[in-house]
C-alpha cells in the first residue's frame, strides 16, 4: 500500500473499513488526496502538473498576413492600371461626346491649379499617414486593415470603370492619342518615307515609331502610370476614362479615416487639419473639371461605407458571432475572418518607436546576474 | 401539533433528532417540552451541555426559537390585534423587549407587499405613428423624385448631339424590344407579392416602417445622384418628351402623370428622360426581394427562389432593353444591400443602437431617425404571422360562444 506509482494516486482504493470511520464504507472508494500529501520522505517525482492557460495574446502581430493584404492591393492597383489603359481606347473623343452637364461645372467655372492643390493635399496626407503608422504599435493590424479597405476600393472602381465609359469632363483634358490614332499616324509617316523631312519631323517620327505596336505601348503606358502613381504631377495622369469612381477622393478620404481612428483624440487640431486637407482636395478635383461630381459623390459614399462596416465589424466582438449580423452577407467576408480572426479587441492607440532604442546589438552582455534571471529571461 | 410547552420527552428527542441534532438527545433525556424553552445559553456554558457542541448551543436555540415562532403563528392565525404582550413567561431569550403587537423581532403583522415586476412591456410596440411618419417621408421623397426627374429631363443632352455612352454590356447584347416589359411585370408581381406579405405579419407596422424608411432614402440618394450629373440617353430607341423649357404649369402636370403612373412605361407614365444613375428599378426588385426573404419563412425556400429569380431577370431585362447604363444597375445593387443589411444590423443589435466611439455606424446622417423610430424595438422582429383581421368577424364562421372565457 506504501508503494503507489504516481499515476495510480487517484485508484487508490481502501482495502479495510477502519473501526473508526462512523460512516464505514463497504466499496471501495476513489481517494482524492493525491499522494503528495502524505508524510513520507520519497522523493518529489510525481508532481502534479496543473496547466495554467496561458495568457492568448489578444492582438498578434502577424505580420504574413500584412502580407498577403499588401499582395491584394498592388494586384488591385495593376489591374486598375490595365483597366484604364484598357478604357482609355474605349473613350468617346471629345468633339463626338461633349463632356456630361454637370451641376458643379455649371455654376463654378475651372481652375486651372486647382488639381495641382488636390494632388499635393492628397501626397500630403499620405506622408502623414505614413509617419503616423510608423509609430503605431500595432503597425501590422493597421496595415493590413488599410491595404485590404484600398485594395477592395479599387477593385470596385475597376467594376464601374470597365462597364461604363464616361466621356471626358471638360475640354481642357489632354488625353494620349489612342492606338488606332497611332496606326493613322504611322501609317502616313510611312507613306512619307523618302522625302525630306526637318528635325522636328524626325523627331515625331521616331516617337511614333517607339510606340508602334498595341501591346508593348499599352505596357509602357502601365509603367509609366504606375511609376507615377496616376498622379498629374508626376506626369503620369495622361490617359483618360476612369472617371466613375474618382480615385483621388478615394485616397484624401481613405488616409484622413485612418489618421483619425489610429491617432489619439485629443489631437483635435491634427484631426482638424487632415480633415482640412482632404476636404480642400476634393473641392479642388472639382474645381479643376477634372471629375463629374457623381464620381466624388459615389466615391466619397463607397470609401466611408466601406471603412466604417470593415472596423464596425473588427471592434464589436459580439457581432461576429450574433446570427443576425447581417454584414456577413458582403462577398469579402470571409477575406475579413481570415484577416480578423485572431483580432479580440479593438486596437489602442498605442504609439512606439519604430525601432528599438538601444538597438540589441549595443547592449551589454555582462548582467548575467544569477539562474533566476536567466530562467526568468527564458 | 401540540404546543411545545406540552411536550413529552419523546417528543423532544424526536424533534431533536428531526432537525439533525441526535447528539442533545442523550443529554436531554428527561427534558419535555417546558425544559426545552426555558433553554438559556447560560445553561450551554456548563457542562454536561458545553461538552456535546462547541458553538454554545446557539444552533439548538435558534431552532428553538423557530419552533416557538411557528407555534406563536399557528395560534394566532388570524393575525394580532394589537396589544399582545408577551411577558417572557416561556424563557425565550430572543424577545427581551415588550413588543406591542406581540411577535418576535422581525415580523410585522401587516402585510407586507412584495413588489411584483409589472408584465414587461411589449418589446415590440406598434407605435403605428412613427409608421405613419415614414410613410410621409417615403412619400415625400418619391414626389421629390419625380420633381428632379422633370427638373433633369430639361437638362438631357439630346440624342443627335451625345451619342450614348460606350458600355460593355450594349457591346456584347443587343437590344431586345419587349424586355423592359418583362422587367416592369416582373416588378410588380414583386411589388405584389412583398404587400400580401406584409399584410399577413403580425408586427406589420414595424416592418412597415423600415421598408418605408429604406425605400425612401434610396431614393433621396437617387435624386442627388440624378441631379449632379445628367448622363445621355442609353439608347436611340428612346422616345423622350419634348423639353418644356420653363413652363410651370405643364411640368406640374408631367410630374402628376408620372406619379399615377408609378413612374412605369407600361402605364405610359415613363416618357421622362435622364434618370439613369441610379437606376430606380433595381431598387425596387431588389429591395422586394430583400424584405420579402427576411420576413418570411425559413422553410419557403421555393418562395424565395422563385422571387429570387423574378428579381434577377427583372434586372437582366432592364439591362437587355438598353434601358439603363450597366454601371446604373450595379451602383443601385451596391447601395440598395448595403443599405438594407446596415439597416437591419443596426436595428437587431442593441450595442449598435448607441452612438459609442466604437461604432462606426453612428456615423451615418440619418442615425438620429433610424435611433428614433427604432429605440423601442428591442430584439429581432420574430416573423409571426396573423390574419389581418379577426376569423370570426366573418360571416363564414359560426362559432357559438360558450363562457365567459371564450372572450
Not at chain 1, 450574433?322 to 467576408?333: A, E, I, K, V
Not at chain 1, 498605442?350 to 532604442?357: D, G, L, M, N, Y
Not at chain 2, 431552532?63 to 395560534?75: D, S, V
Request: aromatic share 14%; charged share 20%; proline share 5%.
Amino acid at each position: 500500500m506504501e508503494q503507489h506509482a504516481s499515476d495510480l494516486s487517484n485508484e487508490f482504493k481502501r482495502s479495510s473499513p477502519s473501526g473508526n470511520d462512523e460512516g464505514s464504507q463497504s466499496q471501495p472508494k476513489q481517494s482524492t488526496l493525491p499522494n503528495g500529501l502524505r508524510k513520507s520522505s520519497r522523493k518529489h517525482r510525481d508532481y502534479i502538473k496543473i496547466s495554467v492557460p496561458e495568457p492568448k495574446n489578444r492582438l498578434p502581430l502577424e505580420w504574413w498576413k500584412t502580407g498577403i493584404a499588401f499582395v491584394y492591393a498592388l494586384f488591385n492597383l495593376v489591374l486598375t492600371t490595365v483597366m484604364i489603359t484598357v478604357v482609355h481606347e474605349r473613350v468617346p473623343a471629345k468633339e463626338t461626346s461633349p463632356p456630361l452637364p454637370d451641376k458643379f461645372f455649371d455654376y463654378v467655372g475651372r481652375v486651372e491649379w486647382a488639381f495641382s492643390i488636390s494632388e499635393i493635399n492628397g501626397m500630403i496626407l499620405v506622408g502623414l499617414w505614413c509617419c503616423q503608422w510608423l509609430f503605431l504599435r500595432y503597425k501590422s493590424i493597421a496595415a493590413r486593415r488599410f491595404f485590404f479597405i484600398m485594395g477592395t476600393l479599387y477593385l470596385y472602381r475597376c467594376m464601374t470603370m470597365y462597364v461604363t465609359t464616361l466621356p471626358v469632363p471638360g475640354m481642357h483634358m489632354k488625353c494620349a492619342p489612342k492606338k488606332d490614332e497611332h496606326y493613322i499616324q504611322l501609317r502616313m509617316l510611312r507613306s512619307e518615307r523618302y522625302s525630306a523631312k526637318t528635325a522636328e519631323e524626325k523627331k515625331e517620327i521616331s516617337q511614333v515609331k517607339q510606340l508602334h505596336g498595341d501591346s508593348q505601348a499599352k505596357l509602357q503606358r502601365i509603367l509609366k502610370l504606375i511609376s507615377g502613381g496616376g498622379l498629374s504631377i508626376t506626369g503620369s495622369h495622361i490617359l483618360c476614362g476612369d472617371f466613375l469612381y474618382s480615385g483621388h477622393t478615394v485616397m484624401l478620404t481613405l488616409t484622413y479615416l485612418f489618421i483619425k481612428e489610429y491617432s489619439p483624440s485629443r489631437f483635435w487640431w491634427y484631426h482638424l487639419l487632415c480633415w482640412l486637407l482632404s476636404a480642400v482636395g476634393v473641392v479642388c478635383i472639382l474645381l479643376g473639371h477634372e471629375h463629374y461630381t457623381v464620381d466624388v459623390v459615389i466615391a466619397y459614399y463607397i470609401t466611408t461605407r466601406l471603412f466604417w462596416w470593415y472596423h464596425t465589424m473588427a471592434n464589436i466582438q459580439t457581432l461576429r458571432s450574433s446570427p443576425q449580423n447581417y454584414l456577413t452577407r458582403s462577398w469579402w467576408n470571409p477575406v475579413f475572418w481570415f484577416f480578423e480572426k485572431n483580432v479580440q479587441t479593438r486596437v489602442p492607440c498605442s504609439f512606439s518607436w519604430p525601432i528599438s532604442w538601444p538597438p540589441s546589438c549595443f547592449k551589454s552582455s555582462c548582467k548575467n546576474y544569477s539562474m533566476v534571471q536567466n530562467a526568468r529571461r527564458q | 401539533m401540540k404546543k411545545v410547552v406540552y411536550w413529552s420527552s419523546e417528543e423532544v428527542s424526536s424533534w431533536l433528532a428531526e432537525e439533525g441534532m441526535p447528539e442533545y438527545s442523550d443529554s436531554f433525556q428527561r427534558l419535555n417540552g417546558k425544559d426545552l424553552l426555558r433553554l438559556t445559553e447560560a445553561d450551554f456554558k456548563k457542562p454536561p451541555l458545553s461538552l456535546v457542541c462547541s458553538d454554545n448551543g446557539q444552533q439548538l436555540l435558534n431552532k428553538i426559537k423557530t419552533l416557538n415562532i411557528e407555534h406563536h403563528i399557528e395560534a394566532h392565525k388570524n393575525g394580532h390585534a394589537n396589544g399582545h404582550l408577551i411577558k417572557g413567561k416561556n424563557g425565550d431569550s430572543s424577545s427581551s423587549k415588550a413588543k406591542r403587537n406581540g411577535m418576535p423581532n422581525g415580523f410585522r403583522n401587516e402585510m407586507v407587499q412584495i413588489h411584483m415586476p409589472m408584465p414587461e412591456k411589449s418589446h415590440f410596440p406598434m407605435e403605428w405613428g412613427k409608421t405613419a411618419l415614414a410613410f410621409i417621408y417615403a412619400l415625400f421623397c418619391f414626389v421629390f423624385t419625380t420633381v428632379m426627374i422633370s427638373v433633369v429631363h430639361e437638362r438631357v443632352p439630346p440624342k443627335e448631339e451625345t451619342p450614348p455612352l460606350p458600355d460593355k454590356f450594349f457591346d456584347i447584347f443587343d437590344r431586345v424590344e419587349w424586355a423592359f416589359s418583362i422587367c416592369e411585370i416582373n416588378g410588380m408581381i414583386l411589388v405584389a407579392l412583398w404587400l400580401i406579405q406584409w399584410t399577413l405579419l403580425k408586427y406589420k407596422s414595424i416592418i412597415g416602417r423600415r421598408f418605408f424608411f429604406i425605400v425612401g432614402t434610396l431614393y433621396l440618394y437617387r435624386c442627388i445622384t440624378m441631379y449632379i450629373t445628367t448622363l445621355p440617353v442609353p439608347g436611340v430607341h428612346f422616345q423622350c418628351s419634348p423639353k418644356l423649357l420653363g413652363d410651370w404649369e405643364a411640368q406640374m402636370r408631367r410630374v402628376i402623370k408620372m406619379i399615377a403612373g408609378g413612374g412605369l412605361s407600361i402605364t405610359g407614365s415613363h416618357t421622362m428622360c435622364g434618370d439613369y444613375l441610379y437606376s430606380g428599378h433595381t431598387v425596387i426588385l431588389t429591395l422586394t426581394y430583400l424584405f420579402i426573404k427576411e420576413y418570411s419563412p425559413r422553410r419557403f425556400w421555393w418562395y424565395h427562389w422563385i422571387c429570387w429569380f423574378l428579381s434577377v431577370v427583372g434586372i437582366f431585362c432592364i439591362l437587355l432593353a438598353h434601358d439603363h447604363y450597366t454601371v446604373d444597375v450595379v451602383v443601385a445593387y451596391y447601395i440598395t444591400t448595403r443599405l438594407f443589411w446596415w439597416y437591419h444590423t443596426m436595428a437587431n443589435q442593441q450595442i449598435l443602437k448607441e452612438a459609442t466611439n466604437t461604432n462606426f455606424f453612428s456615423q451615418v446622417w440619418w442615425y438620429s431617425a433610424f435611433q428614433y423610430l427604432e429605440q423601442n424595438v428591442s430584439g429581432t422582429v420574430p416573423r409571426n404571422y396573423q390574419l389581418p383581421f379577426p376569423w370570426r368577424a366573418t360571416p363564414f364562421s359560426r362559432n357559438v360562444k360558450y363562457t365567459r372565457l371564450d372572450t
